[in-house]
Nanobody, 121 residues
Framework: QVQLVESGGGLVQPGGSLRLSCAAS????????MAWYRQAPGKQRELVAF???????NYGDSVKGRFTISRDNAKNTMYLQMNSLKPEDTAVYYC???????????????WGQGTQVTVSS
């Protein structure tokens, strides 16, 4: 079984910073693409950023230049450094990963439970 556990959310003032983490654990062969999504109240879940296993990344337009995604493959952990936070960044942030797992080596998507980020003065 594969688990993704997020941490690092909280309350921050506009212009502040937060760093989210997502750690994959359990029985698997490899973690492929990892991504952060977010969902604000009353809105659809949207892609924030993704990163491949070899470090290539891409960002949603609303966070480009402010957020940085990274990963440590040795620790099966992904990070999201969020700077210059705005009230519109308030949402539940979810970790997503495509994981190759036993018994057949099939690649399947997994989700974390989400972590709340609130940007408010």
């Amino acid at each position: 079984q594969v688990q993704l556990v997020e941490s690092g959310g909280g309350l921050v003032q506009p212009g502040g910073s937060l760093r989210l983490s997502c750690a994959a654990s359990g029985n698997f062969f490899s973690v492929n693409v990892m991504a952060w999504y977010r969902q604000a109240p009353g809105k659809q879940r949207e892609l924030v950023a993704f990163i491949t296993s070899d470090g290539r990344s891409n960002y949603g337009d609303s966070v480009k230049g402010r957020f940085t995604i990274s990963r440590d493959n040795a620790k099966n952990t992904m990070y999201l450094q969020m700077n210059s936070l705005k009230p519109e960044d308030t949402a539940v942030y979810y970790c997503n990963a495509d994981v190759r797992a036993p018994p057949f080596g099939r690649v399947s998507p997994y989700w974390g439970q989400g972590t709340q980020v609130t940007v408010s003065s």
